[in-house]
């Protein structure tokens, strides 16, 4: 099944034919969830209404850490099976787990000054989170610095796999470290430790930034195929 | 409809909330603005390259 | 491959170090420099010296192992000696680590001299000045480490200097966290906390494979 998808070519044809539709249950979903986290749950009993800006704050945050782990799983399989096409789409998601982390870094602080009277504190999951932002500062760096994509793509490999030592860290930095960010609330979903109303517009949320995420993944992939195309084409005429 | 009238007398909450929703869909337009352009951009210069060297 | 070569390696990169002296008088003259900028800056009667000289020093010392790394990898990928080194049957791990070992007396030696000098322009007492020398002779291998294998990233670029920076920067953030934590601030002077040293040295433990197998597989990249 992978191997069927790692052609480029088919590959191209998948994203032309179910990009848009991804992006449009995005928007559906978004809609949705903009319906339940304004009209359909109820202010917090500490935070106020200001745990509205949860509902974007935490699923941006889980993709920030499920692209970088989709980035380290597609270095290593690069590193290994030396696959192309495990390279584009670590070059891909870079920009869009950038942003993603960029957006909770920003949500968390706004977030931060009604709860905890300030912008921002220097606890450890917002500095491992600030320090995985500048790994992904990096790894944008590092694949468009060289002239040689394929190099660029290698380094870029090795920085991600070696990154990875934050992903724990962050994961699980509210327990090791007494800080002032609170616990998980959704470690099982058996169990998640807050209510259905509040727990609804978070997937809903969650759902449609996943749309977001595959649907803009697929396009920067059919970029990047073209833009190696194209460089193949501008090399034979060189040669 | 009474938790959204709620919300909007809220004063301060409501600046940050609305701030912090503005930010991340700003960010995510972008990202899908500058992914979607630059896949046309591609696309315009793949097929001039193709019919160019087609013709050759 | 016998101890012996690895031996060798240590002394090829001592004995060019101490021909290569300009690296050592730029560390120490940049290290000074910037030290009596900061007190002129500061004004001699306004000094806070126990809080204001532990960042100061931590700061320059990372700017002047960005600056000595590159002399460790550049030239030697210049000269096409880390070619040779790899053609002659020395492993990438103990290459890199013959460098990092050289490099760490290199910002050692003068250190030792450094830091007491530095320490009495801003009057900082002698067992603070001591437990400091400890705490960048615990972190320094694994922030040389780190710089080293960071150097090794951008040797192929012509602008290569704010890349290694920022791929730097994440990886030198919690050692510098542990470091600036195992002295704590107090009316008497600073205190001594070992757990925090004890993370250092743990730092440093995953720190080193996990550079010598980057190293390893920057080098092989870079000879391709």
């Known amino acids: 099944m992978i191997f069927k998808f790692a052609n480029p070519l088919r590959f191209q044809k998948f994203v032309s034919k179910y990009q848009p539709t991804l992006l449009y249950l995005s928007l559906i979903f978004l809609v949705c969830g903009l319906f339940f986290s304004f009209f359909n749950s109820p202010p917090d009993y500490m935070q106020g209404e200001t745990v509205r800006i949860m509902y974007i704050h935490v699923p941006c945050a889980w993709f920030s850490l499920m692209i970088y782990s989709l980035i380290a799983i597609c270095s290593l399989f690069s590193i290994v099976?030396?696959?192309?096409?495990?390279?584009?789409?670590?070059?891909?998601?870079?920009?869009?787990?950038?942003?993603?982390?960029?957006?909770?870094?920003?949500?968390?602080?706004?977030?931060?000054?009604?709860?905890?009277?300030?912008?921002?504190?220097?606890?450890?999951r917002l500095t491992s989170e600030l320090i995985l932002f500048?790994?992904?500062?990096?790894?944008?760096?590092?694949?468009?610095?060289?002239?040689?994509?394929?190099k660029g793509d290698r380094y870029a490999s090795i920085l991600a796999v070696v990154g990875i030592v934050n992903l724990p860290i962050i994961k699980?930095?509210?327990?090791?470290?007494?800080?002032?960010?609170?616990?998980?609330?959704?470690?099982?979903?058996?169990?998640?430790?807050?209510?259905?109303?509040?727990?609804?517009?978070?997937?809903?949320?969650?759902?449609?930034?996943?749309?977001?995420?595959?649907?803009v993944l697929l396009m920067r992939?059919?970029?990047?195929?073209?833009?190696?195309?194209i460089d193949v084409i501008r090399f034979n005429r060189v040669d | 409809m009474r938790y959204f009238s709620n919300f909007i007398?809220?004063?301060?909450?409501?600046?940050?909330?609305?701030?912090?929703?503005?930010?991340?869909?700003?960010?995510?337009?972008?990202?899908?603005?500058?992914?979607?352009t630059k896949t046309k951009k591609l696309e315009k210069e793949f097929t001039l390259l193709s019919k160019n060297e087609t013709k050759k | 491959m016998r101890i012996d070569g690895f031996f060798n390696l240590i002394k090829r990169e001592m004995r060019i170090c101490l021909k290569n002296s300009f690296v050592m008088i730029s560390f120490s003259s940049?290290?000074?420099?910037?030290?009596?900028?900061?007190?002129?800056?500061?004004?001699?009667?306004?000094?806070?010296?126990?809080?204001?000289?532990?960042?100061?020093?931590?700061?320059?010392?990372?700017?002047?192992l960005m600056l000595?790394?590159?002399?460790?990898?550049?030239?030697?990928?210049?000269?096409?000696?880390?070619?040779?080194?790899?053609?002659?049957?020395?492993?990438?791990?103990?290459?890199?680590?013959?460098?990092?070992?050289?490099?760490?007396?290199?910002?050692?030696?003068?250190?030792?001299?450094?830091?007491?000098?530095s320490s009495i322009l801003f009057n900082v007492t002698f067992t603070n000045s001591v437990i400091l020398f400890l705490n960048i002779c615990l972190a320094c291998p694994s922030l040389i480490l780190i710089s080293l294998v960071s150097s090794l990233f951008s040797i192929q670029l012509k602008n290569n200097k704010i890349i290694q920076f920022i791929i730097i920067f994440p990886f030198y953030m919690p050692i510098i966290i542990f470091t600036t934590s195992t002295t704590n601030n107090d009316i008497d002077g600073y205190i001594f906390d070992d757990n925090n040293f004890l993370i250092l040295i743990g730092i440093f433990f995953?720190?080193?494979?996990?550079?010598?197998?980057?190293?390893?597989?920057?080098?092989?990249?870079?000879n391709r």
């Open chain 2, 9 to 36: 007398d809220s004063g301060d909450h409501f600046t940050y909330v609305c701030l912090s929703y503005f930010i991340v869909f700003l960010i995510l337009f972008l990202m899908f603005f500058l992914s979607y």
């Open chain 1, 221 to 229: 992939i059919k970029a990047e195929i073209i833009q190696r195309k």
């Open chain 3, 30 to 64: 940049f290290f000074l420099i910037s030290i009596l900028i900061f007190v002129f800056a500061f004004g001699s009667g306004s000094i806070d010296g126990d809080k204001l000289y532990k960042p100061i020093v931590w700061v320059l010392l990372i700017f002047s």
């Open chain 3, 206 to 222: 995953i720190t080193l494979p996990i550079s010598l197998l980057t190293s390893k597989l920057i080098m092989k990249e870079i």
């Open chain 3, 68 to 117: 000595i790394s590159e002399n460790f990898t550049n030239n030697d990928y210049a000269d096409g000696s880390l070619k040779e080194m790899q053609f002659l049957g020395y492993s990438e791990e103990v290459i890199i680590l013959s460098k990092g070992i050289a490099m760490w007396f290199m910002i050692m030696l003068p250190t030792f001299f450094l830091i007491p000098i």
């Open chain 1, 134 to 150: 500048f790994i992904y500062l990096g790894l944008i760096l590092i694949t468009t610095s060289y002239e040689d994509k394929s």
């Open chain 1, 81 to 124: 099976f030396k696959h192309t096409l495990a390279d584009i789409i670590s070059r891909a998601s870079a920009p869009i787990g950038a942003s993603f982390t960029l957006a909770t870094l920003i949500t968390g602080s706004i977030w931060g000054k009604p709860t905890w009277g300030t912008w921002w504190v220097w606890d450890a």
């Open chain 1, 172 to 215: 699980w930095s509210v327990d090791w470290w007494n800080t002032l960010h609170q616990p998980a609330s959704i470690s099982k979903l058996s169990s998640p430790s807050i209510d259905q109303s509040m727990l609804t517009p978070l997937f809903i949320m969650t759902i449609s930034f996943l749309f977001f995420f595959v649907s």
